[in-house]
Structures are given as structure tokens and as C-alpha cells.
């Protein structure tokens, strides 16, 4: 079996990796955004949806 | 492992999984059928929901959902090697390791859950640990090699987003949730009978005590029947709720008089007939059923949206 410089395990792991990156970075976003959302809310004196109940 | 140890003599390189691999075990397609309908609980929920707040709690229903499926696949795996149909997944084709599939529903399932809370509330959130431990457990675990009624009981764990998705919004549970769940509740084994007819060596290769299996396929018809006659009071009930209209009321009577009418057929057919057209109806009857179901939550987010415009709704 000839060993390439890159073999489909590379692309593989390269694939997973980005991925991985991708999904931290959104999740990060996410966090950020409802932390923004919430603040604001509670500056209002309000709480979003269903936890300004008793 | 060194590299090239994990690289078999096909230049396939086992345990070494891409991205989409992981994508695959959280069942994608299964996940659109959450998204939605736990979007349209939440929707047409009497409480508003800031926006991004509603994206972020879709999201981890989702991904609560897909944690289920990668739990799901973990215990399966032994079956999922035997069926045609599961065959290709990734730990039946060894691209993901057993003990990696069942990290990652773990940890997305604690995940899914926490950041349901953090986002809405924590009765939504305990309700999401509920499905996917009912899912996980009471279904995959325990009914689905035990018992015919596997899916009807298991049908619950795809019944409850629309609850949730109710429950972000206002906290807690009323009779249109309810309602929303038990049109998915009755509507899950007409769907997953009607599959196992036309895959028909699959179930019993495997050992799974599908109703085809257990009882035959002539009792497997006469209860699909049934079931679409039971499901046909539930959608016309949710249309007459407070969540229905007559947009949704039109849509239930034509989805479940079309749904019973392919149950009618399906049951007045004979195995003769069905292996002599390669099981048509039964496969146009399966497609059916997945039409009926987004179009039904179709009709309540048309309902919800003509009320912002001062029509719609009783």
C-alpha cells in the first residue's frame, strides 16, 4: 500500500478538527448572545418568557 | 495506535472518524422532525418568547434530541450491524467507536440540558432530561427488544417536543400541548408499521419483536387501521383548541380522511399483492404519514401566523 503525504486519515482528522473548531466558536457565540439578551431584560426590569413566573 | 497501525490493508482508516460522522449519530433526520415541532409548541404558546432566546432553546431540544439518538445507536450497534437499513451507520460500518458514541450522548445530553435550563426554564429542561431518558432507556433499552408495543410506548420520547417547545414558553403543561402531543403519540406506529412492511427481513433478522414479526403482517395492517381511525379525534380536537382554527380544522379533515383511506387500502391488501408491486402502497403510505405530520404543524404555524394579522383562530 504506497504511503501518501496525506492520506485519508489526514483529511479525516483535519474534517473533525474544523468541525470541533466550528461548533466551540458558535457555542461561544451562542453564550454571548443570551447573555446580552438576558442582561437586557433584566435592565428592564423583565425576564424573558416563561421565568418571570412564580 | 500508531497512524499507520489504524490504517486496515483497504487503506480504510478505521476509529479515525470525520466530522459528519458525528453529525450521523445524532440522527439528523429525526432531528428536523424535533426542531420542528417543538418550534411549533413554541410558537403557538399563549406566552411570547424573545427570539433569540426561541433559537437557543430550539437548538438544545435538538441537540437533546440528537444525544438520544447517539445513545440510541450505542446500545443498538449489535442490531444495527445485522439490518439493511442501519447497516451504513457509523459504528456498524466502524468509522466511530462504541465507547465514543456513548461519551458523546452523555456529555451532549447533560449539555442539551443544562443550557435549556440556563436559556428557559427549568421545567422545560427537566422535561428534556425526561424524554431523552425515556428514549434512551425505557424504549431502546428496555421495550424495543421486549415487546410489540415497542413503538407504541417509545412513540412517547418523539411525542414530547412539541410539549417542550410549549414549555419554554410558558412553564408548564395545558391541554394543547397535550393535544399536540397525542397527535404525534398515535400517529408514531401507523408510521413505523408501515416501514416494517416493506422492510420486511430487517426486524426479524435482528430479533426485534416488531408487530409483523410477533403477530404477522395481516394483524400489522388491521392495526395500523386502527390506530389512523384513534389518531383522526386528537387532530380534529386540536383543531377545535385554542391553538386551532379553521385552517387547521380544514387540514385535519382532509390529512386524516386521505391517512385513513391509505390505511383502508393497506389493510385490504394481501402480502401477494404487496411482494407483486414491491410494496407500493405500502412505501406511498409511509411517505403519507411523514407529509401528514409537518403539514398538521404546518396548519397550526399558518393558524398562529393569520392571527397577527387579526384573522384566523376561533
Redesign the interface.
Known amino acids: ?1 504506497p ?1 501518501h503525504p496525506e ?3 489526514h ?3 483535519r ?2 478538527n ?3 473548531g466550528l461548533v466551540l466558536g458558535a457555542f461561544a457565540a ?1 453564550i454571548f ?2 447573555s446580552i ?1 438576558k442582561i437586557s ?1 433584566l435592565r428592564e426590569g423583565k425576564l ?4 418571570a ?1 412564580p | 495506535m500508531s497512524e499507520l497501525s489504524a490504517i486496515d490493508h483497504s487503506g480504510h482508516a478505521g476509529g479515525e472518524a470525520g466530522f459528519g460522522d458525528y453529525v450521523q449519530l445524532l440522527k439528523p433526520r429525526v432531528m428536523s422532525l424535533v426542531v420542528f415541532t417543538a418550534m411549533v409548541g413554541l410558537i403557538v404558546a399563549p406566552v411570547p418568547v424573545h427570539p433569540f432566546v426561541a433559537f437557543t432553546a430550539i437548538l438544545f431540544i435538538a441537540l437533546g434530541g440528537g444525544a438520544s439518538g447517539a445513545l440510541n445507536m450505542w446500545y443498538d450497534a449489535d442490531i444495527d450491524r445485522v439490518m439493511r437499513r442501519t447497516a451504513s451507520r457509523p459504528i456498524p460500518a466502524g468509522r466511530v467507536a462504541e465507547g465514543d458514541a456513548l461519551a458523546l450522548g452523555v456529555a451532549l445530553s447533560v449539555l442539551s440540558c443544562v443550557m435549556l435550563g440556563l436559556a428557559a426554564n427549568w421545567f422545560a429542561a427537566g422535561f428534556l432530561a425526561f424524554t431523552i431518558f425515556f428514549y434512551a432507556v425505557v424504549y431502546t433499552i428496555w421495550l424495543k427488544r421486549s415487546t410489540p408495543q415497542n413503538i407504541v410506548i417509545g412513540g412517547a420520547a418523539g411525542a414530547f417536543p412539541p410539549m417542550i417547545g410549549w414549555a419554554v414558553a410558558t412553564g408548564g403543561v395545558s391541554m394543547e400541548s397535550l393535544l399536540m402531543f397525542a397527535l404525534i403519540f398515535m400517529w408514531t406506529p401507523p408510521h413505523f408499521w408501515a416501514l416494517a412492511l416493506f422492510m420486511k427481513d430487517d426486524y426479524s433478522k435482528a430479533g426485534v419483536p416488531m408487530l409483523t414479526v410477533t403477530h404477522g403482517r395481516a394483524a400489522t395492517r388491521r392495526h395500523i387501521l386502527v390506530y389512523t381511525v384513534l389518531l383522526a379525534p386528537f387532530a380534529v380536537a386540536l383543531a377545535l383548541s385554542s391553538v386551532g382554527g379553521p385552517v387547521v380544522l380544514a387540514a385535519a379533515i382532509v390529512l386524516n380522511a386521505l391517512f385513513i383511506r391509505g390505511a383502508w387500502r393497506l389493510a385490504r391488501r394481501g402480502e401477494a399483492a404487496a411482494e407483486a408491486d414491491r410494496y407500493r402502497t405500502e412505501k406511498a403510505f409511509f411517505r403519507f404519514s411523514l407529509a401528514y405530520l409537518f403539514l398538521h404543524f404546518g396548519a397550526l404555524l399558518v393558524e398562529r401566523s393569520l392571527t397577527a394579522f387579526g384573522l384566523g383562530g376561533w
Open positions: 500500500m504511503i492520506h485519508e486519515l483529511a479525516r482528522r474534517s473533525r474544523l468541525g470541533l451562542l448572545g443570551l439578551v431584560h424573558p418568557a416563561a421565568e413566573r
